[in-house]
């Protein structure tokens, strides 16, 4: 079977609207880092958008799968129960919804999808945020606050590390999770990621900036121009975009694929 989030020739149009992706094919292995780079516009959260099924975009051709099973036509609850997650761009509020009961919702839930035991009391589910939220540096006041309601940016972006934490994923796509934050906000980001690595989780990091990719490793670079993947390699790709930008690399470019 094949092992890994694998997007194979995959287009994708924004529904009833223009095709945004062209045959983009990559993929995030367990255990590894994949880092997605590339301008502004270039389709890089709608890429994280399709592969989460979100309705806004409609796949035209190419297939997506998880672990070896097509996950193209799944709705994005049935993704999160096979062990997707994506932690968005720019994070959505849920007024009326506390952060704690929002979390222990969706991590019962998760759990019962998996087939494993619930956490069953309210004791031993705060026990396990406490020690999570501590490992973000998320503040524990705004655990009874409804979810990102008059948050801070570095607040939204801890939320999101905190999920990863406690829902431990099989495979995370984390879109933009270090834009708006300062070095001390960075440096919590990347000790989450590189827990969930470490822990074998397959991540797809969209990203801009080369200052969060010098805190984690990473193992394959992808970059994305107009819609197709114009330049993949390894960490020394994200090295060359950081010195010399975008403009060498050609609008039109063909996609090349990297193994899947």
Do not use: C
Request: overall charge neutral; proline content about 5%.
């Amino acid at each position: 079977m094949n092992t890994g989030l694998i997007i194979n020739k995959l287009s994708v149009k924004r529904a009833q609207g223009a095709e945004i992706l062209h045959g983009v094919s990559l993929q995030a292995q367990p255990g590894q880092v994949h880092v997605l780079m590339g301008p502004n516009g270039a389709g890089k959260s709608t890429l994280g958008g399709a592969i989460m099924g979100n309705p806004d975009y409609e796949v035209t051709s190419g297939e997506m799968t998880l672990d070896g099973q097509s996950i193209t036509a799944m709705l994005p609850e049935e993704r999160a129960a096979r062990g997707l997650y994506l932690a968005f761009q720019t994070p959505v509020t849920i007024p009326g919804v506390s952060v704690s009961a929002f979390l222990q919702a969706t991590l019962n839930a998760q759990r019962t999808a998996r087939g494993e035991a619930r956490i069953l009391s309210a004791r031993q589910f705060q026990a396990l945020l406490s020690e999570a939220a501590g490992e973000v540096s998320f503040p524990a006041k705004l655990l009874d606050r409804s979810v990102n309601d008059g948050f801070s940016g570095g607040e939204k972006k801890r939320l999101e590390m905190l999920q990863l934490r406690l829902f431990q994923p099989k495979y995370a796509v984390l879109d933009e999770t270090d834009s708006g934050l300062d070095i001390d906000g960075m440096k919590t980001i990347a000790v989450a990621i590189r827990q969930a690595k470490d822990n074998g989780a397959g991540v797809l990091l969209i990203t801009h900036y080369h200052r969060l990719l010098a805190l984690v490793p990473h193992d394959q670079v992808s970059v994305l121009v107009n819609g197709r993947i114009a330049e993949a390699g390894g960490p020394e790709l994200a090295e060359k975009i950081e010195a010399d930008g975008y403009k060498w690399l050609k609008p039109t470019a063909s996609p090349k694929v990297t193994d899947a």
